[in-house]
Protein backbone atom coordinates (compact mmCIF):
# COMPACT_ATOMS: atom_id res chain seq x y z
CA UNK A 1 0.00 0.00 0.00
CA UNK A 2 2.97 2.44 0.89
CA UNK A 3 3.76 2.70 -3.50
CA UNK A 4 0.07 3.18 -3.72
CA UNK A 5 0.75 6.20 -1.15
CA UNK A 6 3.49 7.57 -3.12
CA UNK A 7 1.71 7.35 -6.93
CA UNK A 8 -1.89 8.45 -5.78
CA UNK A 9 -0.19 11.79 -4.23
CA UNK A 10 2.83 12.18 -2.98
CA UNK A 11 2.41 15.63 -3.99
CA UNK A 12 -0.22 17.34 -1.92
CA UNK A 13 -0.53 20.42 -3.78
CA UNK A 14 -1.96 18.64 -6.68
CA UNK A 15 -4.36 17.06 -4.42
CA UNK A 16 -5.32 20.77 -3.29
CA UNK A 17 -5.13 22.19 -6.91
CA UNK A 18 -7.55 19.11 -8.02
CA UNK A 19 -9.97 20.17 -4.95
CA UNK A 20 -10.23 23.47 -5.28
CA UNK A 21 -11.92 22.84 -8.61
CA UNK A 22 -15.11 22.69 -7.00
CA UNK A 23 -15.08 26.05 -5.46
CA UNK A 24 -13.59 27.41 -8.60
CA UNK A 25 -16.56 26.13 -10.29
CA UNK A 26 -18.70 27.15 -7.79
CA UNK A 27 -17.92 30.69 -8.10
CA UNK A 28 -18.14 31.01 -12.07
CA UNK A 29 -21.78 29.48 -11.66
CA UNK A 30 -23.08 31.16 -8.68
CA UNK A 31 -21.12 34.25 -8.75
CA UNK A 32 -19.47 35.37 -12.43
CA UNK A 33 -21.98 34.22 -14.27
CA UNK A 34 -24.94 36.45 -12.84
CA UNK A 35 -22.85 38.97 -13.33
CA UNK A 36 -23.02 38.30 -16.66
CA UNK A 37 -26.49 37.76 -17.33
CA UNK A 38 -27.10 41.01 -15.49
CA UNK A 39 -24.88 42.88 -17.92
CA UNK A 40 -26.50 40.95 -21.33
CA UNK A 41 -30.06 42.20 -19.27
CA UNK A 42 -28.88 45.71 -19.16
CA UNK A 43 -28.44 45.45 -22.84
CA UNK A 44 -31.81 43.97 -23.69
CA UNK A 45 -34.95 45.47 -24.10
CA UNK A 46 -37.59 45.17 -21.97
CA UNK A 47 -41.26 43.31 -22.69
CA UNK A 48 -44.35 42.01 -21.23
CA UNK A 49 -43.62 38.26 -21.29
CA UNK A 50 -42.07 36.01 -18.16
CA UNK A 51 -39.54 36.58 -18.28
CA UNK A 52 -39.61 40.35 -19.47
CA UNK A 53 -36.67 41.32 -21.09
CA UNK A 54 -35.91 40.31 -24.85
CA UNK A 55 -33.46 37.38 -25.38
CA UNK A 56 -29.92 38.77 -26.41
CA UNK A 57 -29.12 36.31 -28.47
CA UNK A 58 -31.48 35.51 -31.61
CA UNK A 59 -31.52 31.57 -32.24
CA UNK A 60 -33.30 31.22 -35.96
CA UNK A 61 -33.71 27.53 -37.78
CA UNK A 62 -30.21 28.03 -38.87
CA UNK A 63 -29.02 28.69 -35.37
CA UNK A 64 -27.50 31.76 -34.23
CA UNK A 65 -28.97 34.84 -36.15
CA UNK A 66 -27.32 37.56 -34.80
CA UNK A 67 -27.13 40.12 -31.49
CA UNK A 68 -29.72 42.16 -30.42
CA UNK A 69 -28.51 45.00 -28.34
CA UNK A 70 -29.77 48.12 -27.13
CA UNK A 71 -28.15 50.57 -25.13
CA UNK A 72 -31.63 52.43 -24.58
CA UNK A 73 -31.93 51.23 -21.16
CA UNK A 74 -28.73 53.30 -20.12
CA UNK A 75 -29.82 56.18 -22.83
CA UNK A 76 -32.90 56.35 -20.40
CA UNK A 77 -30.75 56.40 -17.34
CA UNK A 78 -28.86 59.83 -18.59
CA UNK A 79 -31.44 61.42 -20.14
CA UNK A 80 -33.54 61.09 -17.22
CA UNK A 81 -32.25 63.23 -14.59
CA UNK A 82 -33.87 61.00 -11.94
CA UNK A 83 -31.15 58.88 -11.67
CA UNK A 84 -28.80 61.25 -12.00
CA UNK A 85 -30.09 62.75 -8.86
CA UNK A 86 -30.75 59.30 -6.96
CA UNK A 87 -26.85 58.72 -7.68
CA UNK A 88 -25.39 61.73 -6.91
CA UNK A 89 -28.52 61.67 -3.18
CA UNK A 90 -26.61 58.10 -2.34
CA UNK A 91 -22.68 59.78 -2.87
CA UNK A 92 -23.57 62.38 -1.04
CA UNK A 93 -25.40 60.15 2.04
CA UNK A 94 -23.07 57.55 2.30
CA UNK A 95 -20.27 60.51 2.24
CA UNK A 96 -21.84 62.26 5.06
CA UNK A 97 -22.24 58.98 7.21
CA UNK A 98 -18.88 58.02 6.23
CA UNK A 99 -17.48 61.54 7.82
CA UNK A 100 -19.80 61.44 10.70
CA UNK A 101 -18.58 57.37 11.39
CA UNK A 102 -15.10 58.50 11.13
CA UNK A 103 -15.70 61.23 13.88
CA UNK A 104 -17.42 59.15 16.56
CA UNK A 105 -14.44 56.50 15.87
CA UNK A 106 -12.06 57.86 15.52
CA UNK A 107 -11.69 58.92 19.04
CA UNK A 108 -12.56 55.87 20.18
CA UNK A 109 -10.22 53.52 18.16
CA UNK A 110 -7.46 56.33 19.12
CA UNK A 111 -8.74 55.90 23.03
CA UNK A 112 -9.06 51.75 22.81
CA UNK A 113 -5.25 51.76 21.64
CA UNK A 114 -3.97 53.60 24.27
CA UNK A 115 -5.40 51.76 27.02
CA UNK A 116 -3.47 48.76 28.85
CA UNK A 117 -4.00 45.15 26.87
CA UNK A 118 -6.48 43.84 29.03
CA UNK A 119 -8.82 46.59 28.95
CA UNK A 120 -8.07 47.02 25.42
CA UNK A 121 -10.08 43.85 24.49
CA UNK A 122 -12.62 44.47 26.61
CA UNK A 123 -13.52 47.42 25.03
CA UNK A 124 -12.48 46.40 21.53
CA UNK A 125 -14.93 42.93 22.19
CA UNK A 126 -17.90 45.83 23.24
CA UNK A 127 -17.26 47.46 20.23
CA UNK A 128 -17.82 43.98 17.88
CA UNK A 129 -19.95 42.92 19.91
CA UNK A 130 -23.33 44.42 18.14
CA UNK A 131 -21.90 43.28 14.60
CA UNK A 132 -22.87 39.76 15.72
CA UNK A 133 -26.61 40.61 16.94
CA UNK A 134 -29.19 41.01 13.94
CA UNK A 135 -28.76 43.98 11.64
CA UNK A 136 -32.07 44.34 10.51
CA UNK A 137 -33.00 43.99 14.18
CA UNK A 138 -30.19 47.02 15.45
CA UNK A 139 -31.31 49.23 12.39
CA UNK A 140 -35.42 48.25 14.12
CA UNK A 141 -34.08 49.50 17.10
CA UNK A 142 -33.77 52.63 16.61
CA UNK A 143 -37.86 53.39 14.96
CA UNK A 144 -38.36 52.45 18.63
CA UNK A 145 -35.75 55.20 19.70
CA UNK A 146 -36.52 57.85 17.17
CA UNK A 147 -40.41 57.75 16.81
CA UNK A 148 -42.39 60.88 17.75
CA UNK A 149 -43.39 59.28 20.52
CA UNK A 150 -40.62 57.26 21.39
CA UNK A 151 -38.23 56.25 23.60
CA UNK A 152 -35.57 59.75 23.10
CA UNK A 153 -38.22 62.17 22.82
CA UNK A 154 -40.14 60.76 25.92
CA UNK A 155 -37.12 61.58 27.82
CA UNK A 156 -36.80 64.63 26.40
CA UNK A 157 -40.08 66.58 27.10
CA UNK A 158 -40.17 64.96 30.59
CA UNK A 159 -37.23 66.65 31.49
CA UNK A 160 -38.77 69.93 29.75
CA UNK A 161 -36.24 70.29 27.05
CA UNK A 162 -38.90 70.32 24.91
CA UNK A 163 -42.34 70.87 24.40
CA UNK A 164 -43.17 68.99 21.11
CA UNK A 165 -41.92 65.79 20.03
CA UNK A 166 -38.62 66.55 17.72
CA UNK A 167 -39.36 64.63 14.07
CA UNK A 168 -36.53 62.51 13.91
CA UNK A 169 -37.95 59.51 12.43
CA UNK A 170 -38.38 58.77 8.59
CA UNK A 171 -35.64 61.64 7.41
CA UNK A 172 -31.99 61.76 6.01
CA UNK A 173 -31.00 62.34 9.61
CA UNK A 174 -32.25 59.06 10.71
CA UNK A 175 -30.48 57.75 7.84
CA UNK A 176 -27.03 59.31 9.07
CA UNK A 177 -27.67 57.61 12.49
CA UNK A 178 -28.70 53.96 11.13
CA UNK A 179 -25.42 54.26 8.80
CA UNK A 180 -22.88 55.27 11.51
CA UNK A 181 -24.94 52.80 14.05
CA UNK A 182 -24.36 50.19 11.83
CA UNK A 183 -21.08 50.50 10.21
CA UNK A 184 -19.52 52.06 13.54
CA UNK A 185 -17.30 48.79 13.83
CA UNK A 186 -16.12 48.57 10.35
CA UNK A 187 -14.18 52.25 10.96
CA UNK A 188 -12.82 51.38 14.16
CA UNK A 189 -11.12 47.93 13.58
CA UNK A 190 -8.85 49.04 11.37
CA UNK A 191 -8.24 52.60 12.78
CA UNK A 192 -7.40 50.41 15.97
CA UNK A 193 -5.03 48.07 14.45
CA UNK A 194 -3.47 50.67 12.41
CA UNK A 195 -3.11 53.01 15.66
CA UNK A 196 -1.76 50.33 18.15
CA UNK A 197 0.94 50.05 16.08
CA UNK A 198 1.67 53.64 16.59
CA UNK A 199 5.55 54.38 17.72
CA UNK A 200 4.48 56.22 21.14
CA UNK A 201 8.49 57.07 20.62
CA UNK A 202 7.39 59.86 18.22
CA UNK A 203 5.19 61.52 20.01
CA UNK A 204 7.38 61.98 22.97
CA UNK A 205 9.50 62.90 20.52
CA UNK A 206 7.86 65.81 19.41
CA UNK A 207 6.86 66.94 22.76
CA UNK A 208 10.62 66.78 23.77
CA UNK A 209 11.11 68.97 20.94
CA UNK A 210 8.53 71.57 22.38
CA UNK A 211 5.38 70.25 20.18
CA UNK A 212 1.75 71.11 21.96
CA UNK A 213 -0.73 67.76 22.31
CA UNK A 214 -2.77 68.89 19.83
CA UNK A 215 0.20 70.09 17.73
CA UNK A 216 1.67 66.67 17.78
CA UNK A 217 -1.34 64.89 17.15
CA UNK A 218 -1.74 66.88 13.59
CA UNK A 219 1.64 66.24 12.95
CA UNK A 220 2.42 62.98 13.89
CA UNK A 221 -0.79 61.09 14.67
CA UNK A 222 -3.03 62.06 12.18
CA UNK A 223 -0.87 61.31 8.97
CA UNK A 224 0.47 57.84 10.28
CA UNK A 225 -3.02 56.77 10.66
CA UNK A 226 -3.88 57.82 7.13
CA UNK A 227 -3.70 54.55 5.92
CA UNK A 228 -6.04 53.30 8.59
CA UNK A 229 -8.47 56.70 8.17
CA UNK A 230 -8.74 55.52 4.47
CA UNK A 231 -9.65 52.03 5.27
CA UNK A 232 -12.14 52.61 7.25
CA UNK A 233 -13.88 55.07 5.45
CA UNK A 234 -13.90 52.81 2.12
CA UNK A 235 -15.40 49.96 4.44
CA UNK A 236 -17.66 52.27 5.40
CA UNK A 237 -18.33 54.32 2.32
CA UNK A 238 -18.47 50.98 -0.34
CA UNK A 239 -21.68 49.31 1.41
CA UNK A 240 -23.06 52.42 2.76
CA UNK A 241 -23.42 53.83 -1.00
CA UNK A 242 -25.97 50.80 -2.16
CA UNK A 243 -27.40 50.19 1.22
CA UNK A 244 -31.54 49.23 1.36
CA UNK A 245 -32.15 48.32 4.43
CA UNK A 246 -31.43 51.13 6.18
CA UNK A 247 -32.92 53.83 4.13
CA UNK A 248 -36.05 51.52 3.57
CA UNK A 249 -36.90 51.48 7.54
CA UNK A 250 -35.38 54.52 8.89
CA UNK A 251 -35.86 57.40 5.67
CA UNK A 252 -38.63 59.21 5.04
CA UNK A 253 -40.66 58.78 1.29
CA UNK A 254 -38.06 61.63 -0.26
CA UNK A 255 -35.07 60.01 1.13
CA UNK A 256 -33.83 58.48 -2.08
CA UNK A 257 -30.71 56.31 -2.21
CA UNK A 258 -30.15 53.63 -5.10
CA UNK A 259 -30.68 50.61 -3.47
CA UNK A 260 -34.30 51.45 -2.83
CA UNK A 261 -34.77 52.88 -6.12
CA UNK A 262 -33.02 49.22 -7.59
CA UNK A 263 -35.45 47.10 -5.62
CA UNK A 264 -38.81 49.13 -6.18
CA UNK A 265 -37.08 49.07 -10.10
CA UNK A 266 -37.62 45.76 -9.26
CA UNK A 267 -40.21 44.50 -7.56
CA UNK A 268 -42.95 47.35 -8.20
CA UNK A 269 -42.30 48.59 -12.19
CA UNK A 270 -40.89 45.18 -12.81
CA UNK A 271 -38.45 46.64 -15.16
CA UNK A 272 -35.72 44.08 -15.33
CA UNK A 273 -33.64 45.56 -18.44
CA UNK A 274 -33.29 49.22 -15.94
CA UNK A 275 -32.82 47.64 -13.22
CA UNK A 276 -29.79 45.72 -14.70
CA UNK A 277 -28.72 48.41 -16.18
CA UNK A 278 -29.24 50.92 -12.58
CA UNK A 279 -26.81 47.92 -11.29
CA UNK A 280 -24.32 48.56 -13.95
CA UNK A 281 -23.53 51.74 -13.10
CA UNK A 282 -23.64 51.48 -9.35
CA UNK A 283 -20.62 49.46 -9.87
CA UNK A 284 -19.17 51.02 -12.05
CA UNK A 285 -19.43 54.25 -9.59
CA UNK A 286 -17.89 51.90 -6.46
CA UNK A 287 -14.98 50.38 -9.04
CA UNK A 288 -12.84 53.24 -7.98
CA UNK A 289 -13.04 53.71 -4.22
CA UNK A 290 -13.14 49.37 -4.12
CA UNK A 291 -9.74 49.61 -6.26
CA UNK A 292 -8.46 52.27 -3.67
CA UNK A 293 -9.39 50.14 -1.17
CA UNK A 294 -7.58 46.59 -2.75
CA UNK A 295 -4.72 49.13 -2.95
CA UNK A 296 -4.78 50.44 0.67
CA UNK A 297 -5.39 46.96 1.92
CA UNK A 298 -2.29 45.44 0.14
CA UNK A 299 0.08 48.18 1.58
CA UNK A 300 -1.53 47.91 4.81
CA UNK A 301 -0.78 43.80 4.75
CA UNK A 302 2.86 44.63 3.79
CA UNK A 303 3.89 47.29 6.83
CA UNK A 304 2.12 44.89 9.31
CA UNK A 305 4.96 42.28 8.23
CA UNK B 1 2.67 64.61 33.58
CA UNK B 2 0.08 63.87 31.26
CA UNK B 3 -3.50 65.99 31.52
CA UNK B 4 -6.69 63.56 31.31
CA UNK B 5 -7.97 64.30 27.80
CA UNK B 6 -11.31 64.69 29.60
CA UNK B 7 -13.21 65.65 25.91
CA UNK B 8 -12.06 62.33 24.88
CA UNK B 9 -13.28 60.19 27.40
CA UNK B 10 -16.28 62.15 26.72
CA UNK B 11 -16.59 61.23 23.20
CA UNK B 12 -15.57 57.50 23.99
CA UNK B 13 -18.40 57.40 26.73
CA UNK B 14 -21.22 58.66 24.10
CA UNK B 15 -19.82 56.19 21.20
CA UNK B 16 -20.41 53.41 23.66
CA UNK B 17 -23.36 54.89 25.07
CA UNK B 18 -25.09 55.19 21.41
CA UNK B 19 -23.63 51.60 20.27
CA UNK B 20 -25.90 49.87 23.61
CA UNK B 21 -28.46 52.03 23.78
CA UNK B 22 -30.70 51.08 21.26
CA UNK B 23 -30.35 47.25 22.05
CA UNK B 24 -30.98 48.23 25.70
CA UNK B 25 -34.19 49.66 24.82
CA UNK B 26 -35.35 46.84 23.20
CA UNK B 27 -34.26 44.61 25.26
CA UNK B 28 -36.32 46.75 27.60
CA UNK B 29 -39.35 46.58 26.03
CA UNK B 30 -39.96 43.31 25.60
CA UNK B 31 -40.64 42.75 28.71
CA UNK B 32 -43.49 45.72 28.47
CA UNK B 33 -46.96 44.62 28.76
CA UNK B 34 -48.93 47.43 27.21
CA UNK B 35 -49.27 47.08 23.32
CA UNK B 36 -47.90 50.58 23.02
CA UNK B 37 -44.56 50.66 22.28
CA UNK B 38 -43.82 53.61 23.65
CA UNK B 39 -45.70 53.70 26.86
CA UNK B 40 -44.42 51.56 29.93
CA UNK B 41 -47.29 49.11 31.38
CA UNK B 42 -45.34 46.48 33.58
CA UNK B 43 -43.83 43.97 33.52
CA UNK B 44 -44.44 40.72 30.94
CA UNK B 45 -43.76 38.14 29.84
CA UNK B 46 -46.61 37.95 27.20
CA UNK B 47 -44.81 38.72 24.13
CA UNK B 48 -43.05 35.73 24.55
CA UNK B 49 -45.75 33.82 24.87
CA UNK B 50 -47.01 35.44 21.86
CA UNK B 51 -43.73 34.17 20.03
CA UNK B 52 -44.53 30.66 21.18
CA UNK B 53 -47.85 30.59 19.97
CA UNK B 54 -47.08 31.76 16.58
CA UNK B 55 -46.95 29.31 13.92
CA UNK B 56 -45.62 31.55 10.88
CA UNK B 57 -42.84 33.46 12.64
CA UNK B 58 -41.47 29.94 14.60
CA UNK B 59 -41.54 28.12 10.75
CA UNK B 60 -39.51 30.93 9.47
CA UNK B 61 -37.30 30.84 12.12
CA UNK B 62 -36.68 27.30 11.61
CA UNK B 63 -35.96 27.86 8.24
CA UNK B 64 -33.09 30.48 8.40
CA UNK B 65 -31.61 28.33 10.80
CA UNK B 66 -31.70 25.42 8.86
CA UNK B 67 -30.49 27.72 5.87
CA UNK B 68 -28.07 29.40 8.15
CA UNK B 69 -26.40 25.75 9.19
CA UNK B 70 -26.40 24.17 5.95
CA UNK B 71 -24.73 27.09 3.85
CA UNK B 72 -22.45 28.17 6.47
CA UNK B 73 -21.28 24.13 6.69
CA UNK B 74 -21.14 24.12 2.80
CA UNK B 75 -19.29 27.52 2.79
CA UNK B 76 -16.66 26.82 5.49
CA UNK B 77 -15.53 23.57 3.46
CA UNK B 78 -15.29 25.21 0.57
CA UNK B 79 -13.87 28.55 1.82
CA UNK B 80 -10.93 26.89 3.76
CA UNK B 81 -10.35 25.39 0.03
CA UNK B 82 -9.69 28.39 -1.95
CA UNK B 83 -7.61 30.37 0.95
CA UNK B 84 -5.63 27.18 0.87
CA UNK B 85 -5.18 27.09 -2.56
CA UNK B 86 -4.42 30.91 -2.88
CA UNK B 87 -2.03 30.44 0.22
CA UNK B 88 -0.17 27.73 -1.36
CA UNK B 89 -0.60 27.38 -5.22
CA UNK B 90 1.08 30.52 -5.98
CA UNK B 91 1.40 28.80 -9.45
CA UNK B 92 -1.93 27.63 -9.71
CA UNK B 93 -4.08 28.49 -13.42
CA UNK B 94 -6.71 30.98 -12.93
CA UNK B 95 -5.56 32.15 -9.63
CA UNK B 96 -5.79 35.88 -9.88
CA UNK B 97 -9.51 35.30 -11.37
CA UNK B 98 -10.08 32.78 -8.42
CA UNK B 99 -8.93 35.35 -6.02
CA UNK B 100 -10.83 38.13 -7.78
CA UNK B 101 -14.61 36.25 -7.58
CA UNK B 102 -13.27 35.74 -3.71
CA UNK B 103 -13.15 38.86 -3.27
CA UNK B 104 -15.69 40.77 -4.82
CA UNK B 105 -18.51 39.68 -3.12
CA UNK B 106 -16.86 41.44 -0.28
CA UNK B 107 -17.92 45.05 -1.86
CA UNK B 108 -20.77 44.37 -3.94
CA UNK B 109 -23.80 46.03 -2.86
CA UNK B 110 -26.20 43.03 -1.42
CA UNK B 111 -28.73 44.27 -3.69
CA UNK B 112 -26.84 43.28 -6.97
CA UNK B 113 -25.69 40.03 -5.44
CA UNK B 114 -29.57 39.39 -5.42
CA UNK B 115 -30.84 40.80 -8.46
CA UNK B 116 -28.18 38.87 -10.27
CA UNK B 117 -28.45 35.46 -8.64
CA UNK B 118 -32.45 35.74 -9.38
CA UNK B 119 -31.65 36.15 -12.77
CA UNK B 120 -29.48 33.44 -12.86
CA UNK B 121 -32.11 30.92 -11.32
CA UNK B 122 -34.40 32.26 -13.65
CA UNK B 123 -32.39 31.80 -16.57
CA UNK B 124 -31.39 28.48 -15.81
CA UNK B 125 -35.05 26.95 -15.00
CA UNK B 126 -35.36 28.33 -18.61
CA UNK B 127 -31.99 26.01 -20.06
CA UNK B 128 -32.07 23.26 -17.90
CA UNK B 129 -35.48 23.48 -16.07
CA UNK B 130 -33.53 23.56 -12.67
CA UNK B 131 -34.42 25.07 -10.41
CA UNK B 132 -38.47 24.45 -11.00
CA UNK B 133 -39.02 26.65 -8.09
CA UNK B 134 -37.17 28.96 -5.95
CA UNK B 135 -36.92 28.85 -1.83
CA UNK B 136 -34.74 27.27 0.60
CA UNK B 137 -32.60 25.92 -1.84
CA UNK B 138 -32.14 29.08 -4.09
CA UNK B 139 -31.65 31.03 -1.08
CA UNK B 140 -28.66 28.52 0.48
CA UNK B 141 -26.83 28.74 -2.41
CA UNK B 142 -27.13 32.35 -2.45
CA UNK B 143 -26.02 32.59 1.12
CA UNK B 144 -23.03 30.28 0.46
CA UNK B 145 -21.48 32.29 -2.24
CA UNK B 146 -21.35 35.28 -0.44
CA UNK B 147 -20.23 33.52 2.84
CA UNK B 148 -17.65 32.10 1.54
CA UNK B 149 -15.75 34.97 0.82
CA UNK B 150 -15.71 36.01 4.15
CA UNK B 151 -14.47 32.62 5.16
CA UNK B 152 -11.98 33.04 2.98
CA UNK B 153 -10.74 36.25 5.14
CA UNK B 154 -10.38 34.59 7.74
CA UNK B 155 -9.21 31.35 6.92
CA UNK B 156 -6.29 33.38 4.94
CA UNK B 157 -5.29 35.18 7.73
CA UNK B 158 -4.72 32.38 9.59
CA UNK B 159 -2.41 30.24 7.34
CA UNK B 160 -0.29 33.23 7.19
CA UNK B 161 0.78 33.03 10.86
CA UNK B 162 0.71 28.78 10.51
CA UNK B 163 4.02 26.86 10.51
CA UNK B 164 3.96 23.91 7.37
CA UNK B 165 6.80 22.31 9.06
CA UNK B 166 4.57 19.60 10.71
CA UNK B 167 2.75 18.62 7.75
CA UNK B 168 5.79 18.37 6.12
CA UNK B 169 6.93 16.07 8.91
CA UNK B 170 3.83 13.99 8.48
CA UNK B 171 4.32 13.82 4.65
CA UNK B 172 7.82 12.80 5.14
CA UNK B 173 6.36 10.28 7.28
CA UNK B 174 4.52 8.79 4.55
CA UNK B 175 0.79 10.14 5.44
CA UNK B 176 -1.07 10.42 2.29
CA UNK B 177 -2.71 14.00 1.65
CA UNK B 178 -5.67 13.15 2.41
CA UNK B 179 -4.81 11.93 5.95
CA UNK B 180 -2.47 14.56 6.26
CA UNK B 181 -4.98 16.89 5.33
CA UNK B 182 -7.60 15.93 8.17
CA UNK B 183 -5.38 14.98 10.92
CA UNK B 184 -3.17 18.09 10.80
CA UNK B 185 -4.45 21.02 8.77
CA UNK B 186 -7.77 20.54 9.87
CA UNK B 187 -6.83 21.01 13.37
CA UNK B 188 -4.27 23.30 13.09
CA UNK B 189 -7.18 25.54 10.92
CA UNK B 190 -9.62 24.78 13.18
CA UNK B 191 -10.33 28.18 15.18
CA UNK B 192 -10.10 30.03 12.16
CA UNK B 193 -12.63 27.37 10.80
CA UNK B 194 -14.67 27.91 13.50
CA UNK B 195 -14.60 31.53 13.58
CA UNK B 196 -15.69 31.41 9.75
CA UNK B 197 -18.16 29.07 10.26
CA UNK B 198 -20.04 31.02 12.93
CA UNK B 199 -18.95 34.34 10.88
CA UNK B 200 -21.32 32.57 8.03
CA UNK B 201 -23.84 31.33 10.07
CA UNK B 202 -24.42 34.78 11.34
CA UNK B 203 -24.72 36.47 7.91
CA UNK B 204 -26.92 33.79 6.71
CA UNK B 205 -28.67 34.17 9.96
CA UNK B 206 -29.47 37.76 8.75
CA UNK B 207 -29.66 38.31 5.41
CA UNK B 208 -32.77 40.20 4.26
CA UNK B 209 -31.72 41.51 1.42
CA UNK B 210 -30.44 38.66 -0.98
CA UNK B 211 -33.27 36.07 0.23
CA UNK B 212 -35.97 38.53 -0.34
CA UNK B 213 -34.52 38.70 -4.33
CA UNK B 214 -33.97 34.58 -4.34
CA UNK B 215 -36.63 33.43 -2.58
CA UNK B 216 -40.03 31.84 -3.73
CA UNK B 217 -43.52 31.68 -2.72
CA UNK B 218 -43.96 29.54 0.98
CA UNK B 219 -40.03 30.18 1.77
CA UNK B 220 -40.06 32.99 4.13
CA UNK B 221 -37.21 33.64 6.50
CA UNK B 222 -37.15 35.58 9.56
CA UNK B 223 -35.45 38.49 8.60
CA UNK B 224 -38.57 38.39 5.97
CA UNK B 225 -40.67 37.92 7.99
CA UNK B 226 -39.57 40.28 10.59
CA UNK B 227 -38.67 43.14 7.46
CA UNK B 228 -42.53 42.62 6.63
CA UNK B 229 -44.25 43.57 9.90
CA UNK B 230 -41.48 45.85 10.93
CA UNK B 231 -42.80 48.02 7.51
CA UNK B 232 -46.37 47.36 8.97
CA UNK B 233 -45.14 49.10 12.12
CA UNK B 234 -43.87 48.84 15.49
CA UNK B 235 -45.05 44.91 17.45
CA UNK B 236 -43.83 44.47 20.71
CA UNK B 237 -43.11 41.02 19.48
CA UNK B 238 -40.37 41.71 17.60
CA UNK B 239 -38.46 43.70 20.36
CA UNK B 240 -39.32 39.67 22.48
CA UNK B 241 -37.39 37.99 18.80
CA UNK B 242 -34.42 40.92 19.22
CA UNK B 243 -33.70 40.07 23.03
CA UNK B 244 -33.36 36.09 22.32
CA UNK B 245 -31.33 36.83 19.93
CA UNK B 246 -28.75 39.13 21.62
CA UNK B 247 -29.69 37.09 24.69
CA UNK B 248 -27.87 33.90 22.49
CA UNK B 249 -25.51 36.81 20.62
CA UNK B 250 -24.18 38.13 23.92
CA UNK B 251 -24.05 34.35 26.03
CA UNK B 252 -21.24 33.04 22.31
CA UNK B 253 -19.26 36.12 22.24
CA UNK B 254 -18.54 36.56 25.72
CA UNK B 255 -18.19 32.09 25.87
CA UNK B 256 -16.16 32.59 22.98
CA UNK B 257 -13.85 35.35 23.97
CA UNK B 258 -13.33 33.49 27.26
CA UNK B 259 -12.10 30.75 25.74
CA UNK B 260 -9.95 32.14 23.48
CA UNK B 261 -8.43 33.99 25.96
CA UNK B 262 -7.85 30.86 28.68
CA UNK B 263 -6.07 29.44 25.40
CA UNK B 264 -3.63 31.93 25.04
CA UNK B 265 -2.64 31.85 28.39
CA UNK B 266 -2.15 28.60 28.18
CA UNK B 267 0.04 28.99 25.15
CA UNK B 268 1.86 31.59 26.80
CA UNK B 269 2.40 29.70 29.57
Known amino acids: ?305 | MRRRPLGLLTIVAFGYAFLYVPILSVVIYSFNDSRLVTLWGGFSLRWYAHLLADDELLEAAFLSLRIAAVSATVATSLGALVALALHRLTRLRGRLLLSGMITAPLVMPEIITGLSLLFLFISMAEWIGWPATRGATTITIAHITFSMAYVVVVVRSRLAGMDESLEEAAMDLGGRPLTVFFDITVPMLLPALVSGWLLAFTLSLDDLVISSFVSGPGATTLPMLIFAKVRLGVTPDINAIATIIIALVIAGVVTAALLSGRRERATVR
Open chain 1, 1 to 305: MSEDTTTRGGDPRRWLSRAVTLPYVWLLLFFLAPFLIILKISFAEPIVAQPPFTPLLEWGERGFEGLRTTFENYAFLFQDGYYGIIYLASLKMAAIGTLLCLLLGYPMAYFIARQPSRRRQVLLLAVILPFWISFLLRVYAWIGLLNNRGVINNVLMSLGVIDEPLTMLYNDFAVYIGIVYSYLPFMILPLYANLERLDVDLLDAAADLGAKRWQAFLDVTLPLSMPGIVGGCLLVFIPAVGEFTIPALLGGADTLMIGRVLWDEFFVSRDWPVASAVSIVLVLLLVAPIMWFQHVQSREQEAGR
